[in-house]
């Protein structure tokens, strides 16, 4: 069984649990006990593997076992929708489940992976509050799942990472209403390196003129806005309802004229933010 709160491209771990799990499931609590100090300190890393649907389920039921287990990274695997589902569960069903940090970066997710996710962050059981699914095969459908999520009054998300995957002007307007809404808690967006135009700008911006937007860090960075979008986010700055201290819109397709703009929308007295 591991030794350390990591398991990275060895099949003996994963064959491990499995086994173990076979045998009987009571047996796993006596395996996680050891991980304790070292799942405080560092969460636990799935690194490089391959999770199969024949392995997915004693996996997450021994992640369910870890006491304290705040934080798992998940990157660079294999995974495919199943695992994600019981990924899901365990969000949801585990009592010893006090997951408040998930990064599920570099797995290929597709927006089936999403739909299960999203769901789970709709339940008043899930206590996620960071959420990173940076570079995988997510679309438009994922934003707007994760959008109706983050208007749910039981999302308790208030950091979420989406860059690097494929998402359009319809993830921007989606984004748009869910940061507008009451019950979102969102102060951190990532949505840097996707296909964001001018048109997310205009959406964004107005988003972040709204009372009940509490955005105070937003990277925008890698897409393909203009200097149309300097002029909405210079007006956005400028609004007495936005909170934001650290805008990140570099390596977009921005002029000068953008830069005085924006440097024009720093002098507000209403402007906290550092670009």
């Not at 695992?83 to 569960?89: G, I, R, S």
């Not at 699914?133 to 438009?140: E, F």
Request: charged share 25%; glycine share 4%.
């Amino acid at each position: 069984m591991p030794k350390t709160a990591l398991i990275q491209n060895n099949k003996n771990d994963l064959l491990a649990i499995k086994c173990v799990h076979e045998m009987q499931a009571t047996y796993m609590k006596r395996f996680t006990g050891p991980l304790g100090s070292d799942i405080v300190d560092k969460g636990f890393c799935l690194y490089c593997i391959n999770i199969a649907p024949a392995e997915s389920t004693a996996l997450f039921e021994f992640l369910s076992h870890i006491e304290n287990l705040h934080m798992l990274e998940i990157f660079g695997c294999n995974m495919d929708h199943f695992a994600t589902h019981k990924l899901a569960e365990l969000l949801l069903t585990s009592v010893n489940c006090k997951l408040t940090r998930l990064d599920i970066s570099e797995n290929n997710l597709t927006d089936k992976s999403g739909r299960f996710l999203c769901e789970a962050l709709k339940n008043e059981n899930c206590k996620l509050t960071e959420l990173k699914m940076s570079d995988n095969n997510l679309t438009d459908e994922s934003g707007k799942c994760l959008s109706d999520a983050l208007k749910s009054e039981n999302c308790k998300l208030t950091g979420l990472d989406i860059g690097g995957n494929n998402l359009t002007d319809e993830s921007g307007r989606c984004l748009r209403d869910a940061l507008k809404s009451e019950n979102c808690k969102l102060t951190k967006l990532d949505i840097s390196n996707n296909k964001l135009t001018d048109e997310s700008g205009r959406c964004l911006s107005d988003a972040l003129k709204s009372a009940n937007c509490k955005l105070t860090e937003l990277d925008v960075s890698g897409n393909y806005l203009t200097d149309e979008s300097s002029k909405y986010l210079r007006d956005a700055l400028k609004s007495a309802n936005c909170k934001l201290t650290q805008l990140d819109i570099s390596g977009n397709k921005l002029t000068d004229k953008c830069n005085r703009s924006l440097n024009d929308a720093l002098k507000s007295e209403n402007n906290l933010a550092v670009i």
